[in-house]
């Protein structure tokens, strides 16, 4: 959580490519470490390291999408990248499996061929990632001045802050508003890292490859999902009924409560803290999800479960809620009796 907030720091500072570029090859350094380390202080700081550098890349990345796209145009892209990690996470455990069934190849134990294979293609993605990914609207090279200046028209007329500024504090100051809205929809992010699919697959009584196998097919099913709402979410220009319908049917669309919070912050330098934030939450669910499903439990892990049905409904209020309270916002702009942002065209987005 701590390393988050500097990584879109240095997006701004050092260009978007280096800091990928770099973030990606130390990852992939540390990670390739940590299975070549002989004493259990090493293998934690190398852990700390990976947490740290991990940390920076999915804020990165959802602050320099919705850099790029209008509001109604970020969700479809959040979402082919939320996709891209749930397909990544379902089959992980199995890729983790198969290369374990090396141990013993070159005198390594299983644990130190995953850390070593995973580590050194994570690096490797850095060369690509530093050729290939490109800046933020203002600075990207790729594009023709007149090019530059159409997008930059583009999202100024939606929002009014395509120039890329820094975080400041004053900018932390202004953030009240908006830090109020990121905050109801922790408990969403919070719930996305609840459920450990895999232990409730061992608690059924199935292990190794096989838990593996039968823990990936809910994140496919998750992945369609998912990008079918975030087609009509864009298509209706509505975020909030979505959270709430998929609340109540327990499937979290973590692309939807993201841009539904880049939405509604104004200022690049605001969205970056925003996007860090988004992802802080999951960070806290990763701890409590480790807590309360517990192993004595299994296979019905009543406590994990009671907690996560119960942020479902947290979730559900606090966004109908503000539903509510932004939804008056909305209609004192078009009375003319207040002016958000400082656009006179200024909606939040429901």
């Known amino acids: 959580m701590i390393a988050e907030l500097p990584g879109n720091m240095a997006l701004v500072k050092f260009g978007v490519a280096k800091t990928l570029a770099f973030l990606m090859l130390a990852l992939g350094v540390s990670t ?5 380390t002989k ?11 990976v947490g740290a550098f991990e940390a920076s890349i999915f804020p990165a990345c959802i602050y320099l999408i919705s850099s790029w796209y209008v509001r109604y145009e970020a ?17 992980a455990g199995v890729l983790a499996y198969a290369l374990a069934l090396l141990e013993g190849h070159a005198g390594w134990l299983g644990w ?4 070593t294979i995973e580590g050194a293609v994570t690096a490797a993605f850095a060369i690509p990632t530093y050729f290939f990914i490109v800046d933020f609207p203002d600075r990207a090279t790729f594009l023709s001045q007149r090019e530059r200046e159409i997008r930059m028209q583009e999202l100024n007329e939606d929002r009014g802050d395509a120039a890329t500024s820094q975080v400041t504090l004053k900018n932390l100051k202004d953030l009240k508003g908006e830090l109020a809205i990121e905050f109801i929809l922790h408990t969403s992010l919070i719930i996305r890292r609840l459920d450990h699919l895999a232990r409730h697959v061992h608690g059924l009584g199935y292990s190794g490859l096989q838990a593996n196998l039968y823990s990936a097919p809910p994140y496919l099913v998750a ?19 979505l959270v709430i319908i998929q609340g109540c049917i327990g499937i979290v669309g973590l692309a939807t409560i993201l841009i539904f919070g880049q939405n509604n912050v104004v200022g690049s330098s605001k969205r970056s803290v925003a996007s860090v934030l988004n992802i802080a939450g999951g960070t806290i669910g990763g701890l409590l999800g480790s807590t309360i499903y517990l192993q004595k439990e299994a296979p019905t892990y009543t406590t994990g479960l009671g907690v996560t049905m119960a942020l479902q409904a947290c979730l559900i209020i606090t966004s109908i809620a503000a539903w509510a309270k932004l939804s008056s916002y909305n209609r004192a702009a078009d009375n003319e009796r207040a002016v958000f942002n400082g656009a006179e065209s200024w909606r939040w987005t429901l």
């Not at 004493?39 to 390291?49: I, P």
């Not at 996709?83 to 990544?88: M, Q």
């Not at 130190?112 to 850390?115: K, S, T």
Request: charged share 10%.
């Open 32 to 36: 390739l470490a940590q299975g070549h």
């Open 39 to 49: 004493h259990w202080g090493v293998l934690a700081f190398c852990r700390v390291l």
């Open 112 to 115: 130190r061929w995953i850390f």
């Open 75 to 91: 969700h479809k892209m959040l979402a082919i990248l939320y996709s891209i990690g749930l397909v990544a996470s379902s089959f």
């Open 223 to 241: 992945v369609g999902f998912l990008l079918l709402s975030s087609y009509f979410a864009d298509r209706m220009q509505r975020r909030l009924p």
